[in-house]
Nanobody, 124 residues
Framework: QVQLVESGGGSVQAGGSLRLSCAASGPTVSSYAMGWFRQAPGKEREWVASCSWDGGSSFYARSVKGRFTISRVNAENTVYLQMNSLKPEDTAVYYC?????????????????WGQGTLVTVSA
């Protein structure tokens, strides 16, 4: 069983930065692909970024590429999402997710482990 706890959300003005953290626990969590999704008000949850179990490969949605960076420190069982140049359209609840493989994390999110979410609000 994998448990995920996000932190770091908050309110920021457009152009600002935030760093989200996801603390993971579980016997094999360091071997899992990890990622971030978000859900804006009135919209469906969407994939934002993901990385392989060792952080060697990372992937981004087109809307955040070049502004967001995903990273992980397996020794700490923590995944980060550094968000720069934030825009009002980045406003959403951000969820940490874990899955055995990067491919399934993105393509079959119904089987992911999920955190409770952290709210990010970007004002114009």
């Amino acid at each position: 069983q994998v448990q995920l706890v996000e932190s770091g959300g908050g309110s920021v003005q457009a152009g600002g930065s935030l760093r989200l953290s996801c603390a993971a626990s579980g016997p094999t969590v360091s071997s899992y692909a990890m990622g971030w999704f978000r859900q804006a008000p009135g919209k469906e949850r969407e994939w934002v970024a993901s990385c392989s179990w060792d952080g060697g490969s990372s992937f981004y949605a087109r809307s955040v590429k070049g502004r967001f960076t995903i990273s992980r420190v397996n020794a700490e069982n923590t995944v980060y999402l550094q968000m720069n140049s934030l825009k009002p359209e980045d406003t959403a609840v951000y969820y940490c997710a874990a899955a055995p493989y990067t491919k399934t994390l993105v393509e079959n999110p119904g089987t992911n482990y999920w955190g409770q979410g952290t709210l990010v609000t970007v004002s114009a």
